[in-house]
């Protein structure tokens, strides 16, 4: 199963990059990643921000991808529960997962369709910046989890 991570803007600050790179590295481990950056639309409505970034995404995704939204009104599950969804992703041969983080004012209705469900990292609010290394050390740990590995515990 080949991973793809899409998110609207810019890696901006080092230490934000270097969590990223330590551990898409360590995700690669066990399955291809690919980390796509969106250009951020700005200086628009946030209706027309969320049309024009979910327009840029759209393009992106492949015919045969599964399409999971990381949105702070998704669904919140503990890192067992997240390691056991991507395992039945794996399990029931998908080809290409795809994990979406959205600019600053979410996701666009017709991407909001397109995708199989959403997922929240916490009910608490976070920068789209710490997201993504927050996400990635929850991929890396899910598969540590679904390989039987002690870095989970």
């Known amino acids: 199963m080949k991973l793809r991570l899409i998110w609207v803007g810019k890696s901006q600050e080092a230490w ?10 360590r995700v690669r ?19 027309l921000q969320q049309q024009r970034e979910g327009e840029r995404i759209m393009k992106l995704l492949s015919k045969g991808s599964r399409l999971l939204l990381l ?29 979406v983080i959205g600019g600053a004012y979410g996701f666009s209705p017709e991407l909001r369709s397109m ?20 996400f990635l050390e929850q991929l890396y740990r899910a598969f540590t989890i679904l390989n039987n590995e002690s870095y989970h515990h």
Do not use: W
């Open 115 to 134: 995708a199989e469900g959403s997922i929240a990292l916490s009910r608490m609010t976070f920068t789209h910046q710490m997201v993504r290394p927050f």
């Open 16 to 25: 934000v990059r270097a969590g990223i790179d330590e551990y898409a590295g």
């Open 71 to 99: 949105d702070e009104t998704g669904q919140q599950l503990t890192s067992r529960e997240f390691a056991a969804l991507a395992g039945r992703y794996r399990d029931n041969s998908t080809q290409e997962l795809c994990f």
């Open 29 to 47: 481990r066990y399955a291809p990643l690919e980390i796509v950056e969106v250009k951020e639309e700005k200086g628009a409505s946030a209706e």
